[in-house]
């Protein structure tokens, strides 16, 4: 492999690459939802308070043993701490994850080019919608979600074009797709901010929004916005264990995680000033602020009583496309770097071997929403936990204490005050809030 397909080019397109892995349908279509549920600001500030006290430090520890370890998830455990062998488990269950993860997201991502293309086309607004009712647009989601070859047909497409990415490997392939994806990215949830504050009801959306009502916090939605910032950072996937290994020596980590985290609340803070005022003002609240009901239902009944519903529609299509693929390419990668790195196989060779099962799998996985649910749970409810319990215990406990100042100072030659703090909860407070996250649904 050639040096430049094991190091990011430039340290914005390592940024953009991190960014587009963290902005995702997690983002997007689960922090609005989220945030209804648990008391609009209130489930907010949880989420940022949840992000800045254990997002960041876990995310440390995984881009501590990945940049150490500058190989893949599974081999990064033992190149750390080779006496540990053992493990190198740990790793494997976040390949296993990223898999199976990578397996529905790709029918998600589907979803989101279905609608593109349905956008563009001019599909989606066809036949009666001059006198919207939900009923309308919730068929056309039956039609598009679940009806037979089409979501089998855009899952199918999607795998392509993530194999067509990463075949072009990591400067290449994923980084120049993210330093042109995530700048189009932040220009259309601008525009959207913008179009939405000046809707008739803004005012009511944005108080409904950032007035916390505390009264609607319980600890299950403590517990939820716990989870909501472990997903949306992309944590216990392998993935920013595997990013971080392309990162060159002289990244500040602190600093990367800090941007990192900052644009991932960024853009769920304006998902939610787009999405508040535009249901308010439509009279939409009741129809579901829900995940896929809200995206694909409710934002269409949005559109067409704007003026261009055409040019809003399929701006936003493209903006869920592109938080998409940069999140199906990352999680993708980890399978393959691993593949690769394990098997010994060219690029070529691993991305073939990663993305022709991905493909027969994701093509079932579209036609059947039992699969589908059952991957979702287990992954994100079960795997995803376990994997960042047992690199939060390996980081703090297993690994040379040295792994973390060295990674954290680049070996000395700058300085870290937060690395105390850091290891802490790494080694006490992760661990038990993230177990606590796993059992809950025991509770
Ligand atoms: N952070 C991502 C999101 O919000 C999580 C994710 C990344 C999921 C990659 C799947 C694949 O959607």
Redesign the pocket.
């Known amino acids: 492999m050639s040096a430049g397909d094991t190091q990011f080019f430039s340290k914005i397109g390592l940024i953009a690459a991190t960014v587009g892995?963290?902005?995702?349908?997690?983002?997007i279509w689960?922090f609005p939802a989220e945030a209804q549920a648990g008391g609009g600001a209130a489930f907010l500030v949880l989420y940022i308070l949840c992000v800045l006290i254990l997002g960041i430090p876990v995310m440390l520890a995984e881009f501590s043993l990945g940049r150490a370890g500058r190989t893949d998830a599974i081999g990064s455990f033992s190149a750390v701490s080779p006496k540990h062998k053992k493990w190198s488990c740990v790793g494997g269950l976040a390949v296993v994850t990223a898999f199976l993860?990578?397996i529905f997201?790709m029918v998600v991502a589907g979803w989101t080019l279905e609608y593109l293309f349905e956008s563009l086309s001019g599909g989606l607004y066809s036949g009666n919608t001059a006198n919207p009712s939900s009923e309308v647009f919730a068929t056309k989601m039956e039609t598009y979600i679940s009806g037979g070859w089409h979501p089998l047909i855009f899952t199918v497409v999607m795998v392509l074009i993530n194999l067509a990415i990463l075949l072009g490997g990591v400067t290449k392939g994923i980084e120049r797709l993210s330093n042109i994806l995530m700048p189009l990215l932040f220009v259309i949830l601008l525009a959207f901010c913008i179009v939405s504050l000046t809707l008739p009801k803004a005012g009511e959306g944005l108080v409904y929004f950032f007035r916390p009502d505390f009264s609607r916090v319980t600890p299950s939605v403590i517990l939820s916005a716990l989870g909501q910032a472990f997903?949306?950072?992309?944590l216990g996937?392998g993935?920013l264990l595997t990013y971080s290994s392309y990162y060159p020596p002289e990244t500040r980590l602190v600093r990367t995680a800090g941007t990192v985290s900052f644009l991932?609340i960024l853009v769920a803070v304006m998902m939610g000033i787009i999405i508040f005022p535009a249901v308010m003002s439509f009279g939409l609240a009741d129809h579901g602020v829900a995940g896929t009901t809200l995206v694909f239902s409710t934002l269409p009944e949005v559109f067409v009583r704007l003026p261009l519903t055409w040019l809003w529609s399929s701006l936003f299509f493209l903006l869920l496309t592109i938080?998409a693929l940069t999140?199906?390419v990352?999680?993708a990668e980890v399978v393959i770097r691993c593949v690769q790195d394990r098997l010994k196989l060219s690029r070529r060779a691993a991305c073939y071997w990663v993305m022709v099962p991905i493909l027969v799998l994701s093509s079932v996985c579209s036609l059947s929403m039992g699969m589908f649910n059952f991957l979702d749970f287990l992954t994100a409810e079960i795997l995803l936990p376990i994997a960042a319990i047992g690199v939060c215990v390996f980081v703090g406990w297993i690994a040379p204490k040295s792994l973390l100042t060295n990674q954290l100072t680049n070996d000395g030659s700058i300085r870290s005050r937060i690395i105390g703090l850091c290891l802490f909860i790494i080694r006490y407070v992760a661990p038990a809030l993230i177990f606590l996250v796993l059992i809950s649904p025991l509770l």
């Open positions: 892995s963290a902005v995702g349908l997690g983002n689960r993860i990578a997201y997903f949306s950072l992309s996937m993935i991932s938080a999140s199906t990352s999680i």
